[in-house]
């Protein structure tokens, strides 16, 4: 059960529920027990009045502990112990553990995909943008990318597990997989925040191109005639007109401009080799084939992820930097 506090009255301890959307406050999950007083100060600073607080969730420290014991000189006796009850006390407190652990993961669990679906969203309504208003859209992506950086990625596994198939808005999914993938990717390639942010621009617009064409055209089919294929190319030469009306930074045109390039040339529009393509190009070529693999445009060809990495690595190896 929870109750509503005033952000003045606020404590170390308080379990408390931002009823914000996930980019208007600074925190990784909207539901926390606050663990410092620099936490409350960032709390107060979101304008609020009033917060969201759960009693039954929160560890209050009491008055009593906070002031310091007597000094005594005597040497305290250790508690005697019952050993005839040590090993079903151990046994229930570990049981006791382990729910409390696994109650959390299904929370944060519940927090990242709840994420996940608000940032598909925003992604569409960035998307809605580039062409009548590309500045503001410029900025919305900024914002998506950041968020993902400080929110979404807090967690590797979880992020890898909310990835969804793209039922729905798969251009939405397909940008947010292939974003997220990448930026785990950077992470551990050990990446400066910097170069970050421009990998994850690049990858959320990476496909922004296909705004200007036609439906049908958006995802290629082994159907497409060669003037369709052609046709569909173009979406690269689009996303780096969109990107430069955006004001993107050259790093992240450079993703955009060399997502459908391959190491050995086999690519496209310009058939580069692993020598003149971007690190940050080479990581979302890879990831870009990885997400289609898993969620083709027909579903009954999409193959695990455990099938999808097995392919690259036997019949990718020369075409992506695995």
Request: aromatic letters at 4%; hydrophobic letters at 40%.
């Amino acid at each position: 059960m929870s109750a509503t506090i005033d952000v003045r009255e606020l404590q170390v301890g308080m379990f408390v529920h931002l009823d914000l959307g996930w980019m208007a406050h600074p925190f990784p999950l909207g539901s926390f027990r606050i663990s410092s007083t620099e936490q409350i100060e960032k709390i107060r600073s979101l304008g609020l009045q009033r917060v969201r607080w759960s009693p039954e969730k929160s560890e209050l420290r009491r008055p009593s502990e906070s002031q310091s014991p007597e000094p005594s000189s005597e040497r305290p006796e250790p508690p005697a112990v019952d050993k005839t009850d040590a090993t079903p006390q151990s046994a229930d407190t570990q049981s006791d553990a382990r729910r409390k652990v696994l109650s959390q993961h299904r929370a944060a669990q519940f927090q990242c995909e709840r994420q996940y679906v608000q940032a598909t969203r925003e992604w569409r309504r960035m998307s809605d943008k580039v062409s009548s208003d590309p500045a503001a859209a410029r900025e919305a992506a900024a914002s998506l990318s950041q968020a993902l950086l400080d929110k979404m990625l807090v967690d590797r596994d979880l992020s890898i597990r909310v990835l969804a198939d793209p039922a729905g808005d798969r251009s939405a999914a397909h940008a947010m997989n292939v974003t997220i993938l990448s930026l785990l990717l950077g992470r551990v390639f050990g990446l400066a925040r910097a170069d970050m942010m421009e990998l994850g621009l690049g990858a959320m617009l990476h496909d922004i191109g296909k705004i200007d064409l036609a439906d049908r055209l958006r995802f290629p089919d082994h159907d497409f005639s060669h003037a369709e294929h052609a046709a569909y190319r173009e979406h690269v030469a689009c996303g780096v007109r969109h990107g430069r009306a955006m004001g993107l930074p050259p790093a992240a045109l450079l993703v955009i401009a060399q997502h459908h390039e391959q190491c050995d040339g086999s690519g496209f529009p310009q058939k580069r080799t692993i020598d003149s393509m971007s690190a940050a190009a080479r990581i979302l070529s890879l990831v870009n084939r990885y997400d289609n693999l898993c969620n083709p445009l027909l579903l009954s060809n999409a193959l695990t992820p455990h099938e999808a990495l097995s392919l690259l690595f036997a019949q990718g190896r020369q075409k992506f930097d695995v």
